[in-house]
């Protein structure tokens, strides 16, 4: 996020910020069926079953308003819009890969 200090990095927080949305609904979706099956309330996992469908429409808005017209408009932005959703998936992977560590010294 720190993408959005510097104008220099502003097509990689897009593609960060992006890749969040079109990533979060299925994650969600795993999220709250692990999370009932361990008792977890309805009234408990509200931001992520409405997130659910919400993001697949942030996502539809991210690819249509934001990044297809920056493309459109400037060819040569989409490399760096990738290389921002690169570094998200980077440290989403880092972040899963830690909690499963921390999960399995649980057992």
Known sequence: MLGGTNREHYFKLIGALA???LLDPSQYEKLV???KRLGFTDRDLR???EH???DVIHAEGWLQQVITPIV???PAAMAE???GANLRLNTVDSYYNSLLN???KIK
């Open 19 to 21: 890749i969040t949305e």
């Open 81 to 83: 819009i990738w290389i």
């Open 102 to 104: 921390n999960l399995i």
């Open 47 to 49: 931001y992520y079953t």
């Open 33 to 35: 069926l692990g999370s």
């Open 72 to 74: 459109e408009k400037s």
């Open 52 to 54: 659910i469908g919400i």
